[in-house]
């Protein structure tokens, strides 16, 4: 099945930086990642996804890059807030239907 | 619109006893799913259904039971209840028979004794 691996866990960064988190995907087929934010004691909410014919998408401060060759996607935010602090998970789907997360990030947006 | 709505918030089990964690969404989505996390360990999923009467497993199905006999409906039954089994339960639908975006239900804590 697929197997999605992601990095760093946890991300602290000061106010105003930018924060990078990767995720890496083993199912060549997949064809859908998409990025959930979790607040403490929230539910996972989508924040911004791609699809497997696009190589990059931006919405705001918020960017997502894929890259298929080497099965590997990122999510970039610049300019962080405090209020971007939160546990970021990534996910891929694959040919089957099956949507699998990444273990999370926990970033901490300093003030 | 409720969206997906779970129920019970909170539950306490001891070892061995059952019990049926509903799920149930208002915005006619084929897919649903359910998904337990555990600390450090993200979202792994437990079963995923892409409409009613085809349900499927997840990554982590043993010790779970799940039926679809409405496209509303998805309840997820632990027929034995063990210790490993206690997290946090979310159930999500999506508006295609793929898993696109998801909308999360708010949660339900497990706690098997």
């Known amino acids: 099945g697929e197997n999605v691996e992601q990095h760093p866990s946890t991300l602290s960064v000061q106010e105003g930086d930018s924060a990078v988190i990767k995720c890496t995907y083993s199912?060549?087929?997949?064809?859908?990642f998409p990025w959930y934010k979790q607040e403490l004691g929230k539910r996972p909410q989508l924040i911004i996804d791609?699809?497997?014919?696009?190589g990059e998408k931006k919405d705001q401060r918020i960017a997502v890059t894929l890259n298929k060759t080497a099965k590997h996607f990122s999510l970039h935010i610049t300019e962080t807030q405090p209020e971007d602090s939160a546990v970021y998970f990534c996910?891929?789907?694959?040919?089957?239907?099956?949507?699998?997360f990444g273990g999370g990030t926990r970033l901490m947006v300093k003030p | 619109n409720a969206g997906v709505t779970q129920t019970p918030k909170f539950q306490v089990l001891k070892t061995g006893q059952s019990m049926t964690l509903q799920c149930a969404q208002d915005?006619?989505?084929?897919?649903m799913s359910w998904y337990r996390q555990d600390p450090g360990m993200g979202l792994r999923l437990i079963h995923y259904?892409?409409?009613?009467?085809?349900?499927d497993q997840g990554e982590v199905p043993n010790g779970y039971n799940v039926s679809r006999s409405t496209t509303e409906d998805f309840p997820l039954r632990l027929l034995s209840a063990a210790p490993s089994q206690t997290s946090v339960y979310f159930c999500?639908?999506?508006?295609?028979?793929?898993?696109?975006?998801?909308?999360f239900g708010a949660g339900s804590r497990l706690t098997v004794l």
């Open positions: 999500a639908s999506s508006d295609s028979s793929g898993a696109n975006v998801l909308t």
């Open positions: 199912d060549s087929a997949s064809n859908y």
């Open positions: 791609i699809r497997s014919n696009v």
């Open positions: 996910a891929a789907r694959n040919a089957g239907n099956m949507l699998t």
């Open positions: 915005m006619n989505h084929e897919y």
């Open positions: 259904s892409v409409g009613a009467g085809i349900t």
